[in-house]
C-alpha cells in the first residue's frame, strides 16, 4: 500500500481559498486512480473529486467550478477557490490501481490506500 500525507487544511473565511496536498510515496501503478473525499462531523464520508482512468477528472456537483484536482510527480493536489460553510470537514486523499485501460476512476471503488486526513473549518 502506499503512502499519503495530506497537508493545507486550516481556517478560512467564505470566499477564501486553500490548496491541499498529498504526498504519495510507495506507490507503484501503470493506471492510478487518485481522489479526494471528505467528511463533515455528523456526515459520512463523500468523494470530492477524482483523477485518473476514462474519465480524467471528476467532480461532485457540490465543488464543480470551485475545486480543481490535480497531480505532479508524487502529489496530489485540490485546489479549493470560493470556499463555503458548508466546505468545512476533513479531506482525504486515497489512492487505488485501475484494472484496465478503460477502467473509471470514481468514488465507489473500494481504494486501497488512504492519509490520515486534514481539517478544513470555513466560516466568518
Known amino acids: 500500500r502506499a503512502d499519503l500525507m495530506e497537508s493545507g487544511g486550516g481556517s478560512v473565511q467564505p470566499g477564501g481559498s486553500l490548496r491541499l496536498s498529498c504526498g504519495v510515496s510507495?506507490?507503484?501503478?501503470?493506471?492510478?486512480?487518485m481522489a479526494w473525499f471528505r467528511q463533515a462531523p455528523g456526515k459520512e464520508r463523500e468523494g470530492v473529486a477524482t483523477?485518473?482512468?476514462?474519465?480524467g477528472t471528476m467532480y461532485s456537483d457540490s465543488v464543480k467550478g470551485r475545486f480543481t484536482i490535480s497531480k505532479a510527480d508524487n502529489t496530489l493536489y485540490l485546489q479549493m477557490n470560493n470556499l463555503k460553510p458548508e466546505d468545512t470537514a476533513t479531506y482525504y486523499c486515497a489512492a487505488d490501481r485501475l484494472p484496465s485501460p478503460r477502467s473509471a476512476c470514481t468514488w465507489s471503488r473500494r481504494f486501497e490506500s488512504w492519509g490520515q486526513g486534514t481539517h478544513v473549518t470555513v466560516s466568518s
Open positions: 510507495d506507490f507503484r501503478a501503470s493506471r492510478p486512480c
Open positions: 483523477i485518473g482512468g476514462v474519465l
